[in-house]
């Protein structure tokens, strides 16, 4: 049973600890915690989380780089970032992480999220961990760091791996009330042809999940999304606990009833809370569209990313960093030790390198970025008229 001093979930709605309706809107930190080529603008790049340390390693060497990254995690996301998105009118955020960081219960992960954590406490923001990158690869795609092959539903130690990261974080964050809930799998199992033989796996294995999680943390809800992007409900029978949510993910699609029916279908039948945690990547119409459906059917929602590159469908902007383009250039050439050869005189300059770095860790801070008025008012928010 759910302790009422914890948000939890009352049939379709999310309440607070006194019972009143609460409604989570807000954004995903994305890029922080799990690393995504696209955000790079590394186009016919390196799109995963270590294709791309494996360039800049490549480029700058293990003390630049390890330096660099050091630096990256702590300045990605910081207070005044956090302070901008609650004034705006965010009370939600997902915080997408690599497994990676949770290895054990001292890791650097745990450093960088209870700062984080603690800073959307001050803020009265809350937080939902999203395991976006999980032992194995839930998709086997760029956006897991996986290795081409959902293996996390192929390989008893990848799950027991899995099992281990949510136990690590349940029992840390068990007694923390800033932290509403647990996001067991971004968007499982891809719809190439072939993997649907995975689906009717996924459930089962949530249910293993969160009896291991339940055996720790019986306070926090758990959100569960559905196969092939998080946009399958079909692959769900009855909800099997009674702090659960359920979680779809929608892009580019026509932003009407019909893209929403499976899931109000779903949360009709049974009686449970919807949650959007992402959409996005679109115009300000668009995004202001759908988020209008969103509000108008009591979904709740946090839209994708809160922080990009040169591109302004997201809450801020940062300017790409000098010398970017070629490194942007240069990590379009095949990572091939074969052929390194060949790609040798094509490296960029290693003072360029160097400067690129540090202008990257420069632009990046909060007080460098431009605000996206237009997405944040599509959103509903208030962009405030001072940073």
């Given amino acids: 049973m759910t302790s009422n001093s914890f948000v939890h979930t009352n049939g379709t709605h999310f309440?607070?600890?006194?019972?009143?309706?609460l409604r989570l809107c807000g954004t995903n930190l994305g890029n922080w915690l799990l690393l995504e080529g696209y955000m790079f603008q590394f186009q016919n790049g390196p799109q995963s989380n270590r294709e791309i340390e494996g360039l800049f390693m490549e480029l700058a060497g293990p003390e630049v780089c390890h330096e660099f990254w050091q630096q990256y995690l702590d300045c990605?996301?910081?207070?005044?970032?956090?302070?901008?998105?609650?004034?705006?009118?965010?009370?939600?955020?997902?915080?997408?992480?690599?497994?990676?960081?949770?290895?054990?219960?001292?890791?650097?992960?745990?450093?960088?999220?209870?700062?984080?954590?603690?800073?959307?406490?001050?803020?009265?923001?809350?937080?939902?961990?999203?395991?976006?990158?999980?032992p194995g690869g839930q998709n086997g795609s760029n956006i897991g760091d996986g290795w081409g092959y959902p293996w996390l539903f192929a390989s008893p130690s990848a799950e027991r791996h899995c099992t281990e990261i949510w136990q690590r974080l349940a029992a840390h964050y068990r007694d923390d009330h800033t932290v509403i809930g647990y996001d067991l799998l971004n968007e499982p199992i891809p719809h190439y042809p072939g993997l649907e033989k995975y689906n009717p796996l996924l459930e089962p294995l949530y249910r293993r999940l969160t009896?291991?999680?339940?055996?720790?943390?019986?306070?926090?809800?758990?959100?569960?999304?559905?196969?092939?992007?998080?946009?399958?409900?079909?692959?769900?029978?009855e909800p099997f606990d009674d702090n659960t949510a359920y979680t779809f993910h929608q892009y580019w699609v026509e932003p009407d009833i019909?893209?929403?029916?499976?899931?109000?279908?779903?949360?009709?039948?049974?009686?449970?809370?919807?949650?959007?945690?992402?959409?996005?990547?679109?115009?300000?119409?668009?995004?202001?569209?759908f988020r209008k459906l969103l509000d108008l059917h009591e979904i709740d929602w946090t839209f994708w990313p809160y922080k990009k590159?040169?591109?302004?469908?997201?809450?801020?902007?940062f300017p790409q960093p000098v010398h970017w383009d070629k490194i942007v250039a240069y990590g379009?050439?095949?990572?091939?030790?074969?052929?390194?050869?060949?790609?040798?005189?094509?490296?960029?300059?290693?003072?360029?390198?160097?400067?690129?770095?540090?202008?990257?860790?420069?632009?990046?801070?909060?007080?460098?970025?431009?605000?996206?008025?237009?997405?944040?008012?599509?959103?509903?928010?208030?962009?405030?008229?001072?940073?």
Avoid at 15 to 21: A, L, Q, T
Avoid at 272 to 288: F, K, T
């Fill in 15 to 21: 309440v607070n600890p006194d019972g009143s309706r």
């Fill in 76 to 134: 990605y996301i910081a207070e005044a970032d956090i302070q901008f998105l609650h004034r705006c009118g965010c009370n939600c955020l997902r915080l997408p992480l690599h497994y990676k960081y949770f290895e054990t219960d001292d890791s650097q992960g745990f450093r960088l999220l209870d700062r984080a954590i603690g800073w959307c406490q001050d803020a009265g923001m809350h937080v939902v961990l999203d395991l976006h990158a999980a």
């Fill in 211 to 237: 009896a291991a999680i339940r055996e720790i943390d019986k306070n926090h809800i758990l959100f569960l999304g559905g196969a092939q992007w998080n946009k399958n409900f079909k692959v769900f029978g």
């Fill in 258 to 289: 019909s893209s929403i029916r499976e899931f109000l279908d779903y949360r009709d039948k049974y009686k449970v809370p919807l949650w959007c945690g992402e959409s996005g990547e679109n115009s300000d119409e668009w995004v202001a569209t």
């Fill in 309 to 317: 590159m040169a591109n302004g469908s997201g809450c801020v902007t």
């Fill in 332 to 387: 379009k050439l095949p990572l091939n030790i074969g052929q390194l050869e060949k790609k040798f005189p094509l490296r960029p300059a290693q003072d360029d390198i160097r400067a690129c770095l540090a202008d990257f860790l420069h632009q990046i801070r909060f007080e460098n970025c431009r605000v996206n008025r237009g997405y944040l008012e599509a959103l509903g928010l208030t962009p405030p008229s001072n940073r």
